[in-house]
Nanobody, 118 residues
Framework: QVQFVESGGGLVQPGGSLRLSCAAS????????MSWYRQAPGKERELVAG????????NYADSVKGRFTISRDNAKNTVYLQMNSLKPEDTAVYYC???????????WGQGTQVTVSS
């Protein structure tokens, strides 16, 4: 019924780029605050970027500012993460997250692997 499906991960060399997508179904997508999180082996999950429901405001972790861009297309029920100048320390499983905090509603995608290596 409700699904958030990530795609676009893979293996890339340092300095390269990837664009992740997260496609939603079964929800009124335009009502949700959308975020990207990541989790590397042996580390806790961390917030990478977030975007408001209409796309007017974004926020980023300090470690990715200037390199990553979050965006959304509500007509396509999809949120994106453009990742440039990738570093080995960006290697992680990336998850999309949907939230309507005032209603206590949240959803997670299944994750997509990003590996940055020579």
């Amino acid at each position: 019924q409700v699904q958030f499906v990530e795609s676009g991960g893979g293996l890339v060399q340092p300095g390269g780029s990837l664009r992740l997508s997260c496609a939603a179904s079964g929800v009124i997508f335009s009502r949700y605050y959308m975020s990207w999180y990541r989790q590397a082996p042996g580390k806790e999950r961390e917030l990478v970027a977030g975007i408001t429901s209409a796309g007017g405001n974004t926020n980023y972790a300090d470690s990715v500012k200037g390199r990553f861009t979050i965006s959304r297309d509500n007509a396509k029920n999809t949120v994106y993460l453009q990742m440039n100048s990738l570093k080995p320390e960006d290697t992680a499983v990336y998850y999309c997250h949907a939230s309507r905090s005032t209603y206590g509603i949240e959803y997670w995608g299944q994750g997509t692997q990003v590996t940055v290596s020579s």
